[in-house]
Each structure stands twice: as structure tokens, then as C-alpha cells.
């Protein structure tokens, strides 16, 4: 177990050695002129000899291959270069949006998990029954409803009408609340069907049977066996969504003024603030490879075969 | 007041308005063993079913009843019933893999077992097994306690399936075709195991198989099954020796016996090999360690020849079959087909010369296409033939060719009986006429009937097309029925071959006269 982790996190040094590198030459080859467009947010005037001056301070007159080295020793020490837009440190500016992403997509995650599992086997042991019906149809309609019109509905009611919670979230605990329900809903309503057939094809399975016919208590078949095995094939879904919240709460941080690095990410690319938008695909893509070698691991465990 | 575990009394079962069961009776006494034999489709398998249900199956009494320890179990509902699994009434299925969840440890699924029945102490749960494990002959209980299902053989599945409904004390066991996924050595293990368990715990067991072989060793008292009644009862001894309804007359004579041993090899002028391997050999890595599935085999065989192999699950039978058939590759070592060389990579002419039919037939087809579409699909790619006409025409005389009816093609695999969808195998097989057709186990799941008119089928089809045959099954009885020359695998090596006259009467390894003994012994 130790070798295999070990040997996958050696395997990680490549990936994200590669991923550096393609995020490095995005930008390099997109169109623009850095050393003009930082004198524009400056607002200091573009003559040609100030222009070469700062192509020189900002490095741009040196080989590709040098740029990348430099860029990649600064992002080993942490510093992602500047922002144009107003010169703070972009490690800094990420740092904080991170944090808030971070609470809002763990909260959305857990929760998920919280209600998705316990329904998903409750419609898979009841199937057809009129319950499994109802919640199916609860998903189905969860899973069609786009998550910024879900935002406003929730927005509507709770806070508008019901008075309950603020309108702008602004990183407050009760302001986590109904961010953390317009992400989780969708989410929840995709895991419920996912463990739902899982747990289906797994309930008949002949081991189902044998335990059945040796006279074991449901509820050790249900949650030691079924869930367990069932968990093998969701555990793929909930690791990428993992990703897919990390990245792709955007909308919803922009709805409910979350200060997430979604917000900060909207507005780099409009400014076209490009060492902003470098860091965060960099961190994102780390997160998702390393996600990724996570749900290698709890395959590992969950599943002894995979080890052969 | 008497020592009757169970008594069945004029039991009719109902199943989609059809009785597919109808008066049975019988009585079974504390520490007997009663067999049950019959083809598949008899009933047999759903008497046990009505005994003990496990799940909702539409099955529903229409009239008898069945006395379980002096309390009418047919009319219990069915939670009172639930109550009694397990803890006093055992049931063991066929397929000894699905009887335990493959990725949990046996440790695990032992306590969850006895926690659900309140028997679980902590402190001596270990030594109480061990005890067990002793009595029933399984040795090293503690490597087994910490093992999860898919490490063990099929046979180690089902002695462990035993042992642990011997930890449940019931009085009664049922057993449903327990053996029939097993090979000799590891049916003995079990059938011995079920002795002892007799022995020690005096526990009442009916085996329901279609394996005369089995029961004969083990039963008490014999029932012969046909359409849904028992067509003969007595003791063991007497039904066997002595049968006399026909259809348990007919029933016996399908057990293959050795008698018409092909003595000398056909003459076959061409010295052209069709086949050659020459030192063939398979690694496999675990953990690190190298294990040799196959090692330096050697063998040759002409066209037209039919060759059988012998030996155990896991002597690498299957393993050589697989390196023949080109679904694996060879770590070491050639094979010559038709003179050249196939072990790197071969080309359609060879693929199709060589085809192959597996043990498990209905994993071999896709469930969700029809038989005719899996049929065309090998014909539309390995011959060519696009033409619709011309290709259901072909699959038709294929299909009778087999000895079914062009009908059938349009079922799905599961609408089919074994022995038809094992026959639809076969066509599918021949249907690119082959030089070499690889048999692998394929008449171990069947019952004996239709075993028969399998082999049958196969010696037609050898001589119709002069197709040479390597067939591979455990049961050295049954290989003899069919085969020119014998093969003897142990552990990977190739240790003995001959005629089959040459194997039967003169075994030279101490290991092939182990197998002839447990053939034998009846």
C-alpha cells in the first residue's frame, strides 16, 4: 500500500511538470503584449523605449524555454507572478478566494453526501415502491433545474420573502447556508440515481442471496455489503464532482456575492488579467490530479482486488 | 416424540399456473442424507426453493404440506420463516463464488453472520471456528479467516460456505447442486466434509444434483426426480443398484462409464502435424512472485484427431487452452499451426482456424443480442458475408446442423436451456469451419442427458468435417468417452499421455491413479 502511494505520487511529478508547461505556453502563444497591456492597467503611457524597458524588466526578450524555467523556479517558491490589473502579488489574491471556495465546495460536498447516500440505498431496497417513485421524480427535476435559476429561487424565498437569510453571503457562516444548498441540490439528485443503480445491480448479486439464506440481519447486508461494494463504482462520480465544485461554482459565488476565487476568476478574464488566470488553472489542475489519486487510493481500499 | 426432522407430505407447487411440482412425500430422520437427482427443469431445485424461500419468487404452494420440527412451515409467514435461515435450516448454492460478497473478508462475514443471530462472543469466536475448521478438515483456519471470497478456489469457497453453516448448529441443510461447479478432488473435499459434519453434528442433509457420482457416495436415501414428481424413492443402495422406474434406468445410463475406450489410434496417413506446441510456457505475476501457470508443455496433434486433457482446477488446462486459442500469450515456447508459427501474431485464417467454446455458456454469448445476431456477427467478420438472405440461411443449417431448430436462433441466450445454448456455442463455433475446435469444461455445468448427447454431437461433427478437438474437462470418465489420446496436467507440467486404453489400464503417475480412484470408487 505504502509502495503503490508513493509510487503514484512520484507519478504526479510528470503530470503537473507537463501541466505547467501547457499552461505556460497557452499564454505565451495567446495574442498581446504583456509588457503593454501591464502599462495600460498602469495607466502609464505606451512610448516604444518604456515599452522595451519594462519587456526587459518583465523578462519577455529572454528564450521561451529560459521564461518558463524562471516562471517555474518563481512558482515552486510560490510566487505566481503579478496581477496587471493592480500589481498585488497573484498568490496572495488567490489564496484568499481559494479559502472561501474551499468552504463553500466541502460544505456542498458533505451535505451531498449526507443526504444522497442514505436515499439513494433507501430508493434502491424500495424499488417501485411509491416512495422510490416520488424521490425519483424529486431528482429528475433537481437534476433539470439550472443552478443560477435554482440561486434566485432560493434567493426569492429565503431571503427576500421569509427574511431568513442576507442576500449578499460575503463569507459569513449564514451566508454559507443557501450558496451551499444552490450547489448541493443539483449534486444530490445525480448521486441519488448514480448509488440508486449501483446499489440496484448490487442487491442482485448471489451474495445477496447467500447472506439472505444464512439468515443475516438487512440492515448488515444493506450497509456492510451493498453500500461497500456499491461504493466502488460511485466513488468515480463523487472524487471529478469534487473537481467540478472546485472550478465550476462561478455562477453561483457571482449570485450570492461569495468572495471565492470564481468571482476572482470572472473578473481576471475579463481584465484579461493573464497571470491570475495562469495560477488558477494551475491550482485547479492540481486539485483534480490529485483528487484523482485519492480515488485511486479508496479504490484501493474499498476494492482488495485491485491491488493484484 | 419421533427423531423426523422433516416430513413432506403430498406437496403440489404452483408456478405461473403451472404445477411444477406435484405429491411429493417423503420423511427425512436426524443425521440422514437424502439425494436428490433428476435433469435440470425436474424440480428439483424448487422443492428446495418451497422448503426454505430466500426471495419472492411467484412460487406458491397449492396444496400438501411440509412438517419442519413438528411446526407447519408452509403455513408460517413469511417472517417466521426468515427467522429459521441460518440458524436451522442451512442452504449452500450451486456456485460456491456468489455465495459470499468476493471483497470482504471471511473474519468479517463469519461475525456478521453470527451477530445477526445473537450467537457472537468475542472472546472464543476464534477458537470455535478454528474447532470447526478442525473437525471438517480444513486446515490453516486462520490464513482462511483473513482471506476475502476471490482469493479462495471454488471449492475452498463451498468447504467454507459448509463450515460456516456448521457454526449455526442447523438441523437441517440443504444443498443445491453444491458440486456440480467443482472438479473430482475438490468434490471429494466436500462430500467428505459433509460426512464429517453428519458425524459430528448429526445434521440432517438434502442434496439435490444431477452428479449420480456425488450422491451415490453420500446418500442415505435416494429420490429420482422427473416433471415434478419423485418417480422413485428408496434407499440409496437399492435405487442404485437396482432401479426400477425407466426413466431412472435411462437417467443411469447417461452416466458416462468407461467401457468403449477407442483403443488403438485412428490411422491417419498424413504425418503432418495440425498442431504443434513445443516447450509452451505461461508466467503469471503476483505480488512479485512469478507463478507458472504452464510449463513446458509439449504436444502434437493431427488433423482430425480428437485429444482430451485432464487434470484439476488450476493445473493450467485452461491456461494452455487460452495460449492455443491466441487469448493469451505464450511467456516461453512455440506453436506451430498448419507449420507456422502463431505465437507473436497470427492472421484471420488462423484466428478462424482455430475456434473455441467455453464452460460458462451464457457468459460466452451477449445477453442482449439474439443468438442469430451473435452468430452473424463471426460470419459477416470472419467470412465476409454480408448478404442478409444468404447469412440467415446459413445460421438455419447451422442450427441444424447442431441438432436445433432454426427457430431458436431468434431467442435471446437466456431463453435457452444449457445444454441448447451450449449446442448455439458450438454453431457459432463451426460456423467458420475450423481445423481445430478448443473445448474448455464445456459439459461441467450440465446434466448428464444432455453431457451425452453433447459428445455425441461432437464426435458427429469431428468425423462429418474431419475437424480435430482438444477437449478439456476434469472428468477423466467422461474424456474417455471421446477421446484418442489423454493428457494428464499437474501443476502446469504435462506429466502423462497416451491412448486413452494406455491411461485407463497402465496409469504410470501416482497422481493420474489418484484421479482413476475417485472416478471409480462408487
Known sequence: MKNYIIKRLAQLIPIILG???????????????????????????????????????????????KQYADWLVNLLHGDMGISYKDGTPVAQKLEKGIKYTFILATSAFVLSIIISIPLGMYTAVRKNYFSDYVIQFLCFAGNAIPNFLLAIILIYYFCIRMKIFPVIAKGTIQGLFLPTLALSLPLISRFIRQIRVAAIEQLGKDYVKGARARGIKENYIIIYNVLRNSMISIITVLGLSIGTLMGGSV???????????????MDSITARDYPVI????????????????????CYHFLDPRIKE | MNNTVLSVENLSVNYGGIDVISSINFKLNKGEIL??????????????????????????????????????LSSMTIMLRKELRGKHIGIIFQNPKTSFNPIRTYRKQFIETLKSHGKYKKENFENQILEIFQNLNLLEGQRILDSCPYEMSGGMNQRIAIALS???????????????????????????????????YQTSIIIVTHNIRVVSKIADKLGVMNKGKIVEFGTAKDVLENPKHLYTKSLFKAVPQIGNLVDKKKENKTTDHLLELKNISKEFQKYKKSFQAVSQVNMYLKPGEILGIVGESGSGKSTLLKQIGGLQKATDGTIFFKGKNIVLNRTKTEFCGIQMIFQNVFESFNPRRKIRSSISETLK???????????????DSLMEKVGLKPSLADRYPLELSGGQCQRAAIARAISVNPDLLLCDEITSALDVSVQSEIMKLLIKLAKESHMAIIFVSHDIVLVTNICETIMVMHEGKCIESGTAKEIITNPKKDYTKQLLEYAFER
Do not use: H
Not at chain 1, 457571482?254 to 468572495?259: A, L, R, V, Y
Not at chain 2, 467478420?381 to 445460421?395: D, S, T, Y
Open chain 2, 166 to 200: 456448521v457454526l449455526l448448529e442447523p438441523s437441517l441443510l440443504l444443498l443445491d447442486e453444491p458440486t456440480s461447479a467443482l472438479d473430482v478432488t475438490a468434490q471429494e473435499q466436500v462430500i467428505d466434509e459433509l460426512l464429517r459434519m453428519r458425524e459430528y
Open chain 1, 19 to 65: 501541466l505547467t508547461f501547457l499552461t505556460f505556453a497557452l499564454l505565451y502563444i495567446s495574442p498581446g503584449d504583456p509588457a503593454q497591456k501591464k502599462l495600460i492597467a498602469q495607466g502609464v503611457a505606451t512610448t516604444t523605449e518604456v515599452l522595451e524597458k519594462t519587456r526587459e524588466e518583465m523578462g519577455l526578450n529572454q528564450p521561451f524555454i
Open chain 2, 381 to 395: 467478420n470472419l467470412c465476409g458475408i454480408k448478404n442478409k438472405i444468404e447469412l440467415n440461411a446459413k445460421i
Open chain 2, 35 to 72: 439425494g436428490i437427482v433428476g435433469e435440470s427443469g425436474s424440480g428439483k431445485s424448487t422443492l428446495l426453493k418451497t422448503i426454505l424461500p430466500i426471495d419472492d419468487l411467484g412460487i406458491f404452494l397449492s396444496g400438501g404440506k411440509i412438517i419442519f420440527e413438528n411446526k407447519i
Open chain 1, 251 to 265: 455562477v453561483i459565488e457571482s449570485i450570492f456575492m461569495w468572495p471565492g476565487i470564481g468571482k476572482l476568476v
Open chain 1, 278 to 297: 495562469q495560477g488558477f488553472v494551475i491550482i485547479m489542475a492540481i486539485i483534480y490530479v490529485v483528487v484523482n489519486l485519492v480515488i485511486d487510493i
